[in-house]
């Protein structure tokens, strides 16, 4: 078992199969030594596990862990992406999050901390990234958090 | 007439005279052998031909035609970037698809459907990309949806 | 005194000492010749100096100077990945602007070119860049514009 599938399981985290896109584009593309993976909402067992709006009806807990599984997703397409073997990954370069929110919330970067945290924890300081986190007035299947990641792999 | 241009032809795509940016930017970067193209709107003989929101006066159908003329407009602009040649276009890397939404609408995928389906039309296996679609609540003039994307070309 | 560094004292502007992230992140990651930067909210200071929305309270001119405070901030983080050397800076590759605006407000290019004009008078040819412009309903902090951007750097 390979250093980051320990990291993995020390943190209790279990990557999922991965997702196939609901509509006609592919997980993730490979360009030179970037992982390009697809925007993953929080869906776990074929359906999304978290639903509805931040400064609604979502309390900020349960935000956060809508990211982490955004991010466990992410990881799950990483870890096709790398044939295998996460111990490939050189950096996280960059994550985007979507917070679904209503006009008056303004935590959206502690929601976000929930991919972000578990980032640095599986990869250390090869996942601290670059970051852009906004609100937007709804996402696909009513998810309500969505984040897109760019990766560089050996 | 190259491959992908046939292509086009068969397809019934007619690409228009690229529309300049409304503001003090440039349609596209190359950079490496990566083409960066800014987000795409609508538009159609230098006016938006898709306005309003989806979930609220804009259907479905018409939101899918907004995507495709996104693409199309994107296609406008990659073939400048390949001076001329499209059949230099290796990959579309990614596409970002933002939907202009009411809070409750949910099918956003099925709008971007619009663009990923006619990516994979014309480049068949080299138009399968990474994708993230997102609700907003607006756009540059009014548009109904915006399309930015990344391409590599050799 | 370099080229670039000139040319900000010329057009009257001060980089801050960066700011830092208010989360688990970095403010920007470098891949190859790419600087990839984390999304900059118009903060001064240590804190958000135009907040709210456009479309609303928030005034076009207001808005203008919002992005131009963002593209500021992006410049001091830009300094940091290039050793404090400006003139390293090849490339404004790309700008994405985040507007929280309502679901009325269309002029969200003309917000976003505070940043892009700056980019151009900074950095000249070398400053235009592709962009992406969006309107979100809520920003972290209640910010009322954020700019991500990515650079190429020698």
Redesign the interface.
């Known amino acids: 078992m390979g250093r980051i599938e320990t990291r993995l399981a020390e943190l209790g985290i279990t990557l999922p199969t991965p997702m196939a ?9 490979i ?4 992982v ?4 993953q909402i929080p869906a776990r067992d074929g359906k999304v596990a978290y639903t509805g ?1 931040l ?1 609604d009806a979502v309390p900020m807990d349960v935000g956060v862990q809508a990211a982490q599984l955004c991010f466990i997703n992410l990881l799950a397409q990483l870890k096709v992406a790398c044939g295998g073997d996460l111990d490939r990954v050189q ?6 999050g ?1 917070i ?11 929601v ?2 929930g991919a ?2 578990m ?2 924890a599986v990869f250390d300081d090869a996942g ?15 998810a309500a958090v ?1 984040v ?1 990641g ?1 990766f ?1 792999i050996a």
């Open positions: 896109p609901v509509a006609n584009y592919v997980p993730f593309v360009t030179g030594d970037l390009v993976i697809s925007g709006k400064g950096q996280v370069v960059r994550l985007g979507f679904a929110a209503t006009a008056e919330f303004t935590s959206h970067a502690q976000m901390n972000s945290d980032s640095v601290r990234h670059a970051r852009s986190t906004i609100g937007v007035p709804s996402l696909p299947l009513n969505e897109e760019m560089r």
